[in-house]
């Protein structure tokens, strides 16, 4: 079962994300970075993620869109213009519902557009619904993983 990434850099939505997947009954691992740079050095197999038996490629990315160092944008990016991830699906999860943001993600390939709600009790319901399209009727989450070339997948940096 492949993991799901979660890139998220206030600890208490960790903490709210996990408790959510737990009472949605995900049993996709949840891998989780803080910032944008960990979700590149990730995808590239770079540091410490190059063991891929701790650190397999995951079958979706949730991206917040404001984190330090690399945005999420540049994130969304960087994944749509390497080839080796760039079919990855990505649902962009945010406190952002402004006009401009949801449709900078569309325009940057992503996959779908989640506002994290107000309260943290709510997050079970927005969790369950993406587990009832991306992990139950999504055939994404069950493809094999394809060949990965982690000189392909260094090769474009966010912000380029």
Same mark, same amino acid.
């Given at each position: 079962?492949?993991?799901? +990434?979660?890139? %998220?850099d %206030?600890? !208490?939505?960790?903490?709210?994300?996990?408790?959510?997947?737990?009472?949605?009954?995900i %049993?996709?691992? +949840?891998?989780?970075?803080? !910032?944008? @740079? =960990? $979700?590149?050095?990730?995808?590239? &197999?770079? /540091?410490?993620? /190059? #063991?891929?038996? =701790?650190?397999?490629?995951?079958?979706?990315?949730? +991206?917040?869109?404001d984190?330090? =160092?690399?945005? &999420?944008? !540049?994130v969304? *990016?960087?994944?749509?213009?390497?080839?080796?991830?760039?079919?990855?699906? $990505?649902?962009?999860l945010?406190?952002?519902?402004?006009?401009?943001?949801?449709?900078?993600?569309?325009?940057?390939?992503? #996959? @779908?557009?989640?506002?994290?709600? &107000? *309260?943290?009790?709510? +997050?079970?319901? $927005?969790? *369950?619904a993406?587990?009832?399209?991306?992990?139950?009727?999504?055939?994404?989450?069950e493809?094999?993983?394809?060949?990965?070339?982690?000189?392909?997948?260094?090769?474009? *940096?966010?912000? !380029?």
């Amino acid at each position: 079962m492949k993991p799901i +990434l979660y890139a %998220e850099d %206030e600890q !208490d939505d960790v903490i709210f994300m996990e408790r959510a997947f737990r009472q949605a009954g995900i %049993e996709h691992p +949840l891998h989780t970075v803080s !910032d944008g @740079g =960990e $979700v590149i050095a990730y995808l590239c &197999g770079k /540091g410490k993620y /190059g #063991n891929r038996d =701790e650190y397999p490629m995951p079958g979706l990315v949730l +991206l917040d869109l404001d984190m330090p =160092e690399t945005s &999420g944008f !540049d994130v969304l *990016k960087w994944i749509r213009s390497t080839p080796a991830v760039s079919t990855l699906p $990505v649902l962009v999860l945010t406190s952002s519902s402004q006009p401009s943001d949801i449709e900078r993600a569309s325009l940057l390939g992503a #996959n @779908g557009y989640l506002v994290k709600p &107000g *309260k943290p009790e709510r +997050l079970v319901d $927005v969790v *369950k619904a993406f587990k009832d399209y991306w992990l139950s009727h999504d055939r994404f989450a069950e493809r094999p993983d394809t060949p990965h070339n982690p000189a392909t997948v260094g090769a474009v *940096k966010a912000g !380029d």
